[in-house]
Nanobody
């Protein structure tokens, strides 16, 4: 079975940093377009960072310059380095994958993702 498992969320003060990680089982990240999506209470899911199969990265304006997505092929993980965290970054953060045919160009349309992790909570307070 294909499975994504996030970890590394937590509570941090404004201006602080966190580095959630997403581990995959059942497939290899480098063969799929992947992304991080967040959902704040009462709001819709928001695609915030993605990485295409060719390694190109893309970001929502809300996180550009503060967040960095990276892929560790040896560990088969996708990390999200989050710096300069703000109160409005508080949300559940999900790792997600497009289907094998996906190329990552639908970002930030979250309906393009077909496999989701269970999420990791990030609270900035």
């Amino acid at each position: 079975d294909v499975q994504l498992v996030e970890s590394g969320g937590g509570l941090v003060q404004p201006g602080g940093s966190l580095r959630p990680s997403c581990a995959a089982s059942g497939f290899t990240f480098s063969s799929y377009a992947m992304g991080w999506v967040r959902q704040a209470p009462g709001k819709a899911r928001e695609g915030i960072a993605g990485i295409r199969r060719d390694g190109d990265e893309y970001y929502a304006d809300s996180v550009k310059g503060r967040f960095t997505i990276s892929q560790d092929k040896a560990k088969n993980t996708i990390d999200l380095q989050m710096n300069g965290l703000r109160l409005e970054d508080t949300a559940m953060y999900y790792c997600a994958s497009e289907p094998p045919s996906g190329d990552g160009y639908c970002f930030p349309v979250v309906s393009a993702y077909t496999v989701w992790g269970q999420g990791t909570q990030v609270t900035v307070s």
